[in-house]
């Protein structure tokens, strides 16, 4: 398949993090939002950002801003459909999202989702780590922790995506699932790749992990 088109998803609320854009915020002297764009422009054919409100913000990245079309932030599936709608007008089959409070997610992130769609219809795959042992002796039945808003989507299902949405659907999971959706395993030594800023706490670790 072409390289696809990769989307920063940025529509979050941050609630834990007292509201406000949570990728504007730094580490290491640069934004969250700099450092995922740089970590993912040269595995795509081209890069937007999915963001809602006054997209002059987001100036200084120079990307492209595209907000969600389902009101009422409807979670990370909204800015996927969002991406996928940019990604049809510019002829593409494909995106990669990720997300835009992780900055260490793996620098090999869209060649792996590419490869784990292998002979798919419709390329589906959301990235995923192993658990823990302290994960996996708290319950579940899963060995692995996917990881939502980084997969590659098909823009050929978009109005499926759309439809979905207005129904009520927010769980990324139930819809990848109906799409018989793969995962890509990733490594998570020496620390989870997909590790994201939520807290402030978590924000001082990031500084600590930069070092």
Avoid: C
């Amino acid at each position: 398949m072409t390289k696809p088109l990769g989307v920063i998803l940025a529509g979050g609320l941050a609630t834990r993090m007292g509201g406000g854009d949570k990728g504007l915020l730094q580490i290491g002297g640069h934004s969250l939002l700099e450092r995922v764009r740089d970590r993912l422009a040269p595995q795509v054919s081209g890069l937007a950002l999915n963001a809602n409100g006054d997209a002059a913000r987001f100036a200084d990245l120079g990307l492209p801003v595209v907000a969600d079309s389902i009101e009422g932030f409807a979670g990370p599936l909204a800015g996927v459909l969002a991406g996928l709608d940019w990604a049809a007008e510019q002829g593409a089959d494909s995106i990669v999202t990720a997300a835009a409070d992780t900055p260490f997610f793996p620098t090999n992130l869209v060649a792996q989702l590419v490869a784990a769609s292998d002979g798919q219809k419709y390329p589906l795959v959301l990235a995923t780590t192993p658990r823990t042992g302290e994960e996996l002796k708290s319950g579940g039945r899963s060995k692995v922790n996917r990881h939502p808003t980084f997969g590659l989507w098909p823009v050929a299902l978009r109005d499926d995506l759309r439809r979905a949405l207005q129904d009520g659907l927010r769980k990324v999971v139930i819809w990848t699932d109906q799409h018989q959706g793969r995962e890509a395993l990733f490594e998570a030594t020496p620390f989870d790749p997909f590790f994201n800023v939520n807290t402030p706490e978590d924000l001082q670790r990031a500084e600590e992990l930069l070092r």
